[in-house]
C-alpha cells in the first residue's frame, strides 16, 4: 500500500459511524469494550458483558459479542479464525467490530442485514466464501464502514453493495479476485436514460466513498457503480486488472448515476479499460487529477452518455489506446491534462459542447477545436519505466497549465499555473 493510502487509511479508521439502526436495549455504558477470543481454553460465550470488559476474560463468538454491546461499543477480537459473521439486527448508535492488532483475525464473509446499520469493520482479513459476496451490505442498511481491512474473493464479488444502502465507506482495504468477480459492485438498477431495458427501476445507492484502497489482481471490474448519486472514488491504485473476454475495466458505471467524483486514483498496468462510463446517463461527473498509465488492450478513459463533466488535471499516457469522448458527453470542460491523444465521436457535437483550454494532448485533435493554451507536443517524463510521470525539468509544455503526476504515478501537486 502507498504512503498515501495508509495517510488516508489512518483518517478513515479514526471514524465512528452514527447509525440511526433498530435500537435495543443497552447493557453497559456508552464506549464499553468487548473482547472477543476463539481459543476455547480462555473464552466462555457464558459470560456477561462486565465481565467481557477484560481482555482475560474474553467471550468466544463475534455474534455473543455483537448481542451483548450497547451502543457506541466497540468489539476487539484476538487474533484466529472465526466463522462467517451475518449481523441480523440494528444499533441505536454505533458498534466498531475491529481486530485486537496483534495478527490476522479471518472471516469467510460479512453480511451485513437489512435491519443492521451503523457498523464499522476494522483490520479484518475476509478470505472469501461460496455462499455469496465477502463483503454484503444489505437492502436500505445505511452508515457502515469497511477499513484497514483485506478483502479476497475467489467465487463472487469481494464487495456488494445492495439497493438503497446509503452512507457506506471503503477505505484502505486491499482487495483482491481470482477467477470471477469484481472488486466492489453496486446490486442496484434503474431506467435511468441509456440504462439496459427490461431492467426493474430500484432505490439507488447513496453516499458512498470508496477511497484509499489498493485493487490488485480482479476477476472482472475493479469498481462497478450503478445507480448512484453521490459517488466519491478517491486515492486509490488499481492494478493486474486483466481481460479474458468478461469485459474488465478498472472503473465502469451501469444504470447511470448523479454526482460522480472520481479524483487522485492511479490506474497503471491493466489488460483493461481504465475508466468505462456507458449503459445509464451520468449526471455531475468529475474526473481529476488522476494518472492513468500503461495499460493495455481497451481504451483508457471512454465516455458515452455523461452530462456536465469537468475533466481536469489527469495524466493518461503510455496506454495502448488513450482517451475517447462520444457523442453523449455533454457541457464538458477539458483542461489542464496531458493527454498522449484524444478524439471525439462526434467532432460536430464536440464543437459545441466540449469547452477546452490549457491541456498538453500529443495527437487526435480529429474534431480542431482547439483552446487558445492548449498545446501539441510531447512532453518528457521523469522516469516513466519505474512510474514517475512528473513532467521533467526541461520538458515541452511545462508551465502550460497542465498537472503532471507526482513521482511513482501518484497524482496531485502537479498542477502549475498557465504561462505568462
Known amino acids: 500500500m502507498t504512503g498515501r493510502a495508509a495517510a488516508a487509511v489512518g483518517l478513515a479508521a479514526a471514524l465512528l459511524l452514527a447509525g440511526c ?18 481459543n476455547r481454553s480462555r473464552c466462555d460465550d457464558g459470560r456477561t458483558a462486565a465481565q467481557a470488559r ?15 454491546a450497547p451502543a457506541d461499543a466497540t468489539v ?78 475467489t467465487q463472487n464479488d469481494a464487495v456488494v453493495l445492495n439497493p438503497g444502502a446509503e452512507r457506506v465507506t471503503i477505505a484502505g482495504d486491499l482487495i483482491h479476485t481470482a477467477h470471477a468477480g469484481s472488486g466492489v459492485a453496486f446490486a442496484s438498477t434503474s431506467t435511468r436514460p441509456g440504462s439496459p431495458p427490461g431492467s426493474p427501476n430500484q432505490e439507488p445507492i447513496r453516499h458512498v466513498v470508496i477511497r484509499a484502497n489498493h485493487f490488485d489482481g480482479i476477476a472482472v471490474d475493479a469498481i462497478r457503480p450503478a445507480n448512484f448519486d453521490h459517488l466519491l472514488i478517491e486515492g486509490n491504485e488499481i492494478e493486474g ?105 462526434d467532432p460536430a457535437t464536440a464543437a459545441r459542447d466540449v469547452r477546452q483550454d490549457h491541456n498538453v494532448i500529443a495527437g487526435g485533435w480529429n474534431w480542431g477545436a482547439r483552446g487558445a493554451h492548449d498545446i501539441s507536443t510531447r512532453p518528457t517524463f521523469v522516469d516513466p519505466g519505474r512510474r514517475d510521470y512528473r513532467l521533467a525539468t526541461t520538458s515541452a509544455g511545462r508551465g502550460a497549465g497542465a498537472c503532471a503526476a507526482t513521482a511513482h504515478g501518484q497524482p496531485g501537486l502537479g498542477c502549475a499555473g498557465p504561462a505568462g
Not at 439502526?21 to 476463539?38: F, T, Y
Not at 477484560?54 to 451483548?68: D, G
Not at 483493461?272 to 494518472?291: K, S, W
Request: charged share 20%; net charge negative.
Open 76 to 153: 476487539v477480537v484476538a487474533p484466529g479464525s472465526y466463522p462467517a459473521l451475518e449481523l441480523d439486527r440494528g444499533h441505536g448508535d454505533r458498534l466498531t467490530i475491529r481486530s485486537a492488532g496483534a495478527g490476522a483475525v479471518r472471516l469467510p464473509r460479512v453480511a451485513v442485514g437489512s435491519d443492521a446499520s451503523g457498523v464499522a469493520f476494522e483490520g479484518l482479513e475476509l478470505t472469501g466464501s461460496p455462499d455469496g459476496p465477502t463483503f454484503d451490505v444489505g437492502r436500505g442498511v445505511h452508515d457502515v464502514q469497511l477499513v484497514r481491512s483485506r478483502v479476497t474473493a
Open 21 to 38: 439502526g433498530q435500537g435495543r436495549a443497552p447493557s453497559g455504558p456508552p464506549g464499553m469494550v468487548l473482547h472477543v477470543d476463539g
Open 241 to 345: 486488472v486483466v481481460e479474458h473476454g468478461q469485459h474488465a475495466d478498472a472503473i465502469q458505471t451501469v444504470f447511470g448515476g448523479s454526482d460522480f467524483v472520481v479524483r487522485h486514483n492511479f490506474i497503471h498496468d491493466n489488460i483493461a479499460q481504465g475508466v468505462f462510463i456507458n449503459d445509464g446517463r451520468v449526471t455531475g461527473a468529475v474526473i481529476d487529477d488522476n494518472v492513468i498509465v500503461r495499460n493495455r488492450a481497451e481504451l483508457a478513459l471512454q465516455l458515452f452518455d455523461t452530462v456536465g463533466l469537468t475533466l481536469t488535471g489527469n495524466t493518461i499516457w503510455d496506454n495502448e489506446h488513450n482517451v475517447i469522448l462520444r457523442a453523449g458527453v455533454r457541457d464538458a470542460v477539458v483542461t489542464r491534462n496531458i493527454f498522449q491523444d484524444m478524439v471525439v465521436e
Open 54 to 68: 477484560s481482555a482475560q476474560t474474553p467471550l468466544c463468538s463475534i455474534e455473543r459479542a455483537v448481542r451483548l
